[in-house]
């Protein structure tokens, strides 16, 4: 099953919600990519031995890896780590994630800052990159188990918005700004 992304509303109402807008405006991977999130959809069931998960990690230098299981019954402060997660943030590195079980949304914002809502489900694997205003909540299944990958030692800091004059971000902008630009058909 192919991921999932979309342009939400800004209604308020519970955050584990899908948010569409009416009516729905779907956002490709292409999109995605413009924005620097990669993707790859990957056997979940046989993590541990899937040979296309081991050359991502060596092809990328992904070299630390822990598990995390969210729901109510196995974090503590469940519901404060849930809106600290929901925070709008960035991080100086890039941030992996990998759905092992469950599902969740990352929510990334675009070049116009609107949000970009990604539902993440079983077997897809995410890359945010460094500098990119991000959030995450789970979706309404309240459960996701996820695999974390860093390159070297893990760094948890996140940077709450704004941060204009943070150099990842900086950086994350300014590569915007030079990507390569579509021809147009005629």
Known sequence: MALEAWYMN??????????HR?????????KLAELGVLYWHLDSKNYENDEELQKIREARGYNYMDLLDLCPEKVENYEEK???FFREHIHADEEIRYCLEGSGYFDVRDEEDRWVRIWIKEGDMIVLPAGIYHRFTLDAGNYIKLMRLFVGEPVWTAYNRP?????????????LAHRPVPLEAH
């Open 10 to 19: 800004e209604s308020l109402e519970d955050q584990r919600l899908p948010h």
């Open 82 to 84: 849930l809106k600290n």
């Open 22 to 30: 009416d009516p729905k405006e779907y956002v490709p991977l292409a």
């Open 163 to 175: 941060q204009e004059a943070h150099p990842a971000r900086k950086e994350y902008v300014e590569s």
